[in-house]
């Protein structure tokens, strides 16, 4: 059911309306003057309810609130914008709700239970982005920029491919209620000052859990996180994030231990550039803590998280972890190598070949001098850096390798010793 009055607009029951809907209900009722339509443009001069197991469905179509408040009550909910099957989100919509100043736009005055909320491939700019979606009620926000958020909670709450551009708040983004089961490419920059600071990111133990971040870029604030004094996590991780403004955290006590961790997902090779199942490596810290040790599947494929920057929780100072130490071992081949983790090293090549090098340097069977030649001629040549997201580690041993495709570059440093 729709209804009109002069301070609200409300759905409710268990139906799905569209904006046209609800415009078309006010054609008929004669009023208009609380909602304007132009070609699937909507202008609504009061504040949005939708009660019960209503839902608002809609796509590209833009929307502006003029009220102070858009309630999404537990069991209904607010959906704009189209996911597809394959995952990919089509059909946006833009939300703009300028006067709304309560912290909790999409929530209730009494911070009670919201409904649930799902936004794909939209634009939301709302002062504040917050709501209390808690229960068996979610949140899923997928391709969208949001400009003004605030506190996400909810069940099995999903937040992907988001560019956060401001709060006003000193939350940032406030970790879900519940499991939260993904959180991918969220970029949070230029917070706005509350409180006496600004953060990107408020995690709230007893709420989250352990915390992952993935991807995105964080930027523009005084601290990078604010951890709050409750129980039920361990850890808030940043995974392959971007983190432009250092990492001093605001804590109210010291409850967890914070990573910076980069991917690491090399693939092995031999000197053909053959798949190698079963090769070794064990990876350690600069300060030689094991971190795994990991065979190379079927598919010469080893994934594993190493942690670039640390504060432990009874540490006031945070550690830079890397260069980490790499023991590579396949058959008879044995070799450590030095590698500086500081970014994502996804899918480039590993190659194993034939042959052994001992821990202090020494190799057998390979002709030096010829290899520190090569080494200069290629980066006489080349004049570029390693890149490990599109270059490889070759172990040369009594063979010099003679190609360089488009594809790869290889640097083998004076006595193999190779820094990344």
Known sequence: MISISSSEIKVTGEEIYSFADIYD????NDLTQYIFNHNRYYEI???????????IRDSNVHIIINGDLIQIHAGAGLELGTINENGSTSNGCTLEAPNIKN????????KSDSGNLKLYNSVVNIYGFWGFFSGSNHVEIIDCFIDGFGRIEGSDSILKNILFKKSNGKYGILAPKGELKLIENLSVQNTEEAYGFKCSVYHNPGYAGNQKQIGGVYDGYDKLAYIEDTDGADSLIFLDSDIRAGYELERETNNVDFFHDFTFNPTTRDSDGNILEGVRIKCSDRNGNVLFESISDANGNIKEEITYYRTLRDETVGNIMTPHTLDVSYDDIAFTRSIMVDKPLINFPLYVTAGTSSDDGSESGCDCDVITKRVDDLESTLNTKLNLLESGIRQVIGTVIDEVNENETYF?????????
């Open 25 to 28: 209900y006010a054609v008929d």
């Open 45 to 55: 001069s009061i504040d949005l309810r939708i009660d019960d197991k209503c839902i």
């Open 103 to 110: 912290a909790y736009g999409f929530g209730n005055t009494t």
């Open 412 to 420: 083998k440093e004076t006595r193999f010793s190779i820094t990344m």
